[in-house]
């Protein structure tokens, strides 16, 4: 999911409805923040009694309905100035898991760079009763020639004093302090926002956006590596990635965003099962925190 310090995988989660085209018949007054001014973050509290039984992801910034796949193209810029082809694919299983006290949705990202997959990523998603989103854990393995690598920059929420953060505010506004998204101190992750602009217009392949918000992140243990600009469209997710500075800078945009026929949504079921099943051998320590992946959702296929 957009892990801003590893492989800038970008999460989009997504689904394009009706209300990211409705034309609005008064304009909204544009807010804005200066970008990059905040430099840390501080956790807050999870309260698992405030998430559902049955994890439901319906906030209007970054919904994730199980059965919908994402894709984001663009280039990566390497350290010589050489663009490279990176795309991200995002799909949204049936499938969820139980950490920290709290069943999420396992959404599954592939990070393709060069026609190679660089790395394959699980995480694990929730929505609280006040509508903000959180994130409670990843485990992405990273490939080097189709051959697994490992997956060292796995992490689960109350875990090896790793702590859950926020992947969306309920209601995002410019002015909102700087939150957390993720933290690991063992493993150096620690991934902190800040609403910068609200009621924007953005136009990307899949379409014109408008009152999208634009959030910007960054990586406190990783000042090199600069900000990210994510632009999130009502009803529909990230349509949008840009580089503010860094190294190996990279553009995304929504390319492709569609339901799942069923056979295609069973091969990734598959897949992510799989995958989830090697990570209590491969992250046996923290992996090992979190229950075993089971479909207990329906999933919208075409």
Known sequence: MFASTRLQSALVALLITPVALLAFSA????????AATATD???AALYPARFPAQPNVNNRFLPYVPGMQFVLSGTVIEDDGTAHPHQVVTTVTDLTKVMAGVRTIVVYDVDVQDGAVQESELF???QRSDGSVWTLGEY????????????????IAGTARARAGKAMLAQPKVGTPTYLQGFSPDIQFKDCATVVKTNQHACVATGCYSQVVVVDEFAPFDPEGGHQLKYHAPGVGVIKVAAAGGVDPEALQLTKAAKLCSAEFNRVRKQVIEQD???YHVARTIYSASTHAEQTLSARTC
């Open 27 to 34: 304009p909204m007054p544009v807010r804005q923040a200066s």
């Open 41 to 43: 973050c501080s956790p």
């Open 124 to 126: 694990f998603v929730a």
């Open 140 to 155: 992405p393995e990273e490939w080097d020639g189709g051959k697994l690598a490992g997956a060292p920059s796995t992490w």
């Open 277 to 279: 099943k090697r990570g």
